[in-house]
């Protein structure tokens, strides 16, 4: 197992135990980690947890939700970065060598 997936496994698990902790089941947890994928995701949800205490499962996919939100916007926005950075390369550069 990889540095990667023993963080993911602990973070999953850390999570997994904050949402129990708060009286809600065990799978909404494990299904919360798997929604968001990622470590730093899921610690931004168990910041969340510890801070807010929803009294909710509502409350608890609403945070998901719009933390899932919220990576996709940057995701979205450094793929357009990328593109603006290409297009202006050709803007600048050309499309190749140029016939004589």
Known sequence: MTDNQKEW???KDQLVSAIKQLGFPEELGKQIAKQL?????????????YNVKPQSAELVVDEML????EIDAWRAKKTS???NARYNEILYYGLGAEEE
């Open 66 to 69: 719009a933390i899932c939100s």
């Open 81 to 83: 970065e990328e593109a």
């Open 37 to 49: 994928g990622s470590p730093k995701a899921m610690k931004r949800m168990i910041s969340y947890l």
């Open 9 to 11: 496994v602990r973070t």
